[in-house]
């Protein structure tokens, strides 16, 4: 059975903090892993990572895909409160782009 | 504007009813999903569609029915069968069913079992 865990489950911080989001996987016939934002409804995708050791940036967000540790981490730095939100990460497998959700870290950030 | 729209936001149903959700996209994707989430579980596929006409269950299909008639439109029927349906509903699209392209969502709506 596929899976995606992430770490942690919920997170606060300072603005100005910089914090790392992880998430591992276990997924058959892995193809790509996404990272997405999703703040009161619809997720918005950030980043696909399909190459390891190849750093995604944009802006203060960067991530990265180590598939020897089944892992990716996810980069904020200099947080702002714009930053609160539920970040969610999923493993793609087959060719069907079937996606497999880990549960989420809501990350909240505090003036 | 180009995107995904569900309807209705909020859907109210009384016990034993069926209800279908809809979810539309102009994007001209090929492949459409459906996901439920729950506190504390992430998202989890319901049904998925590559093409028109046809349509493959996801890994909690069991109480759920969809249809895949116009490229356009993915209604998932949530039935009486369902014995837990009150949760967020998503709807996501992909340019076509490959390795390499992301899903993008619609901004979801939440089914309330009264």
């Known amino acids: 059975e596929d899976k995606v865990v992430q770490s942690p489950l919920s997170l606060v911080v300072h603005e100005g903090d910089t914090v790392t989001l992880n998430c591992s996987y276990e997924v058959t016939n892995f193809r790509s892993l996404l990272w997405y934002k999703q703040e009161k409804k619809a997720p918005t995708f950030l980043f696909m990572l399909t190459s390891s050791g190849i750093e995604k940036k944009s802006g203060r967000l960067s991530s990265i895909l180590d598939k020897k540790e089944l892992s990716s981490i996810l980069n904020i730095t200099a947080t702002q409160t714009g930053d609160s939100a539920i970040y969610l990460c999923?493993?793609?497998?087959?060719?069907?782009?079937?996606?497999?959700f880990g549960t989420g870290t809501r990350l909240q950030v505090t003036l | 504007d180009g995107g995904i729209t569900q309807s209705p936001k909020y859907l109210f149903r009384k016990e034993g009813q069926n209800v279908t959700l809809s979810c539309e996209q102009n994007?001209?994707?090929?492949?459409m999903y459906w996901y439920r989430q729950d506190p504390g579980q992430g998202l989890r596929l319901i049904y998925y569609?590559?093409?028109?006409?046809?349509?493959q269950k996801g890994d909690i299909a069991e109480g759920y029915s969809v249809s895949r008639e116009k490229k356009e439109s993915f209604p998932l029927t949530v039935t009486s069968a369902q014995k837990n349906p009150t949760a967020f509903y998503l709807c996501a699209s992909s340019i076509m069913a490959g390795s390499y392209n992301e899903q993008f969502f619609g901004p979801g709506t939440r089914l309330t079992v009264l």
């Open positions: 569609s590559q093409i028109v006409n046809d349509f």
């Open positions: 999923a493993g793609v497998t087959g060719t069907a782009s079937k996606l497999t």
């Open positions: 994007l001209n994707h090929d492949a």
